[in-house]
């Protein structure tokens, strides 16, 4: 009985617990609750603030009857200038409210320009990297930013690796809002050696100060794809095309001759690399998709290099990935231009003139400057049907004057390059070798459409020094004599379809 009576006490005991709890959890909850719309409203301010002040005029104008006159207070009213200044005081900051009237302060928004606009980056041999981009050029004229390396192998046992990187501006001081980079990371050791692959880790900082960086993943290693064998020669060819930017209103045609010739002048052992900032059209595209499908070219899409304003559609951005890209390719790579021709006079050959300049790491080339109007005035010929080269016969003869010059260079002594030459290279530099080889310039031929025959010289001329617009120009044959054999190597290596797009 004792238990039947003690068992209310108990019950009553329980609900008087239950609705303490209740009475105690209920405000705490609904604190919680509205801790978490402040918060909410908070990180939406702006947004609120446009919705409610919308909402406010809409419903003003639609369903609002007139405000009554405020009722009488010994308050001052509120405005919308008070609810603004209290606004203010709310959302801005204490360290952005000047103590002083005569204190100034500077409110920075957004980027002008990015530190580090990545493009590749490579193993250069064993020990060595390198990370080819963009850096807004400001920073590095004005300011003294700088580069650490760090290697993170995927073996957590393995030890990171980190070296102090060395940056090179190879393009001549001719960037605009952003200026090439390129960023040598050279390790005691290599630091894949395990071949358990890992992280190549660049660290770039804004200034002096190292408090101030960007930690960058330039390279990831998988396991055991690392190749020490890919670093010492044979190469897969000989002879490495790089090729500037390509851009503006090419023409397919012009594309097609000077593809032709070049496969036949470096040979079987080369291959062609082009980069397409916006010039390779469906008509270009269709010039030399046969030698992309016989396996003598790659055409690189560039055009996102547009976003960053460089030097020429960022040329020397465009050779120095190509440099390091394929680096270790070939013997020999040769920068030029697709309106410039490599020519061997006096019966020299490609292979003869490369070996008498081996022990250089580059050299340079003299160009023959062409014209891209004058043609001969003989009757017997269709022009209408002949190549660029086979009918623009006639060469700029001034000596002694400073003309621009390209060149070849053996990549794997180079860290970084421009477009005329290399001023980063371990090795001489030959520049005497007009006399073996040389290049033919038909500047601004490539962009015509139209026939290229615009002035018409009298027979005449083949013996005699012609002055047009006040520049002498003599009769030069040499690349016209070879333009059978270049057709007819283009019929054998890729048939005939595209003399079919240009009958």
Same mark, same amino acid.
């Given at each position: 009985?004792?238990k ?12 008087? @617990? ?13 604190? /919680?609750?509205?801790? /978490?719309l402040?918060?909410v =409203?908070w990180?939406?301010?702006p947004?609120y603030?446009?919705t409610?002040?919308?909402t ?12 009554s006159?405020?009722a ?5 009213p ?7 200044? *209290? ?13 002083d009237?005569n204190k100034?302060l ?12 990545q ?11 390198a990370?080819? &981009?963009?850096?807004?050029k ?5 300011g003294?930013?700088?580069y650490?390396?760090e290697?993170?192998?995927? @073996?957590?046992?393995s ?11 190879p393009?001549?001081? $001719?960037g ?5 980079v ?12 395990d071949?358990a ?5 660049i660290y770039?900082?804004y &200034? ?5 960086y960007e930690k960058i ?6 396991p055991g794809? !690392? ?8 190469y897969?060819?000989?002879?490495? #095309?790089? &090729?500037?930017?390509l851009? &503006?209103?090419l023409?397919?045609a012009r ?12 040979g ?7 980069h ?26 560039i +055009?996102?290099?547009?976003?960053y304003?460089?030097?020429y ?11 390091? +890209? ?8 040769? !920068? ?6 490599? #020519? /061997?006079p ?7 003139v490369?070996k ?10 003299e ?6 109007v ?13 190549w660029?080269?086979?009918? /623009? ?7 002694? =004057?400073?003309?621009d010059r *390209? ?5 794997k @002594? ?17 520049h ?6 040389? #290049? #033919?310039? $038909?500047? @601004?031929?490539i962009?015509?459409h139209?026939?290229?025959? +615009? ?9 005699n020094?012609?002055?047009f ?11 016209k ?6 057709k007819?190597?283009e ?13």
């Amino acid at each position: 009985m004792r238990k039947d009576g003690a068992s209310p006490a108990v019950s009553g005991n329980n609900v008087g @617990n239950k609705v303490f709890l209740c009475f105690e959890t209920k405000p705490f909850v609904a604190a /919680l609750l509205a801790l /978490l719309l402040v918060m909410v =409203i908070w990180n939406f301010q702006p947004f609120y603030d446009n919705t409610l002040s919308s909402t406010t005029r809409c419903s003003a104008s639609l369903s609002s009857p007139p405000p009554s006159p405020p009722a009488a207070s010994s308050s001052l009213p509120i405005t919308a200038t008070s609810l603004a200044e *209290k606004k203010k005081n709310l959302l801005t900051p204490n360290y952005l409210k000047p103590t002083d009237p005569n204190k100034r302060l500077f409110h920075a928004y957004g980027n002008a320009a990015a530190l580090f606009v990545q493009m590749g980056a490579y193993r250069g041999g064993p020990r060595t990297f390198a990370i080819v &981009g963009l850096a807004s050029k400001p920073v590095h004229v004005y300011g003294r930013p700088w580069y650490k390396c760090e290697w993170i192998s995927n @073996n957590a046992s393995s030890p990171s690796f980190k070296a102090k990187a060395y940056k090179m501006l190879p393009d001549w001081g $001719y960037g605009r809002v952003y200026t090439v980079v390129v960023v040598n990371c050279t390790f005691n050791v290599n630091p894949n050696a395990d071949n358990a692959g890992g992280k190549l880790i660049i660290y770039a900082y804004y &200034g002096e100060s190292p408090r101030r960086y960007e930690k960058i993943t330039a390279l990831e290693e998988e396991p055991g794809s !690392y190749d020490e064998s890919k670093y010492r020669p044979p190469y897969p060819y000989e002879y490495l #095309y790089c &090729g500037s930017s390509l851009y &503006g209103n090419l023409s397919a045609a012009r594309m097609r001759e000077w593809m032709a010739y070049h496969a036949w002048f470096f040979g079987p052992s080369s291959h062609f690399v082009f980069h397409d900032a916006g010039g390779v059209t469906p008509e270009v595209r269709a010039v030399l998709e046969p030698w992309v499908r016989a396996g003598r070219v790659t055409v690189q899409d560039i +055009r996102a290099q547009a976003e960053y304003d460089g030097y020429y559609y960022n040329q020397f951005l465009v050779v120095n990935d190509c440099l390091h +890209r394929y680096r270790y390719a070939a013997n020999w790579t040769f !920068y030029f231009d697709v309106d410039e021709y490599i #020519y /061997l006079p006096d019966g020299n050959t490609l292979e003869s003139v490369l070996k008498e300049f081996s022990n250089n790491t580059q050299f340079t080339i003299e160009q023959n400057a062409m014209s891209s109007v004058l043609c001969l005035n003989d009757s017997s010929q269709d022009y209408s049907r002949e190549w660029g080269f086979e009918k /623009l016969l006639f060469r700029d003869s001034r000596t002694k =004057i400073r003309r621009d010059r *390209k060149y070849a260079i053996q990549a794997k @002594n180079a860290y970084a390059t421009g477009v005329h030459m290399s001023e980063n290279v371990k090795g001489g530099t030959l520049h005497q070798t007009e006399t073996k080889i040389r #290049y #033919y310039h $038909y500047h @601004n031929s490539i962009t015509v459409h139209e026939e290229l025959c +615009r002035k018409f010289l009298p027979m005449s001329a083949k013996n005699n020094v012609t002055w047009f617009n006040n520049l002498p120009f003599v009769y030069d044959d040499n690349m016209k004599k070879l333009a059978p054999t270049i057709k007819e190597f283009e019929r054998t290596v890729i048939g005939s379809a595209l003399v079919h797009l240009f009958s």
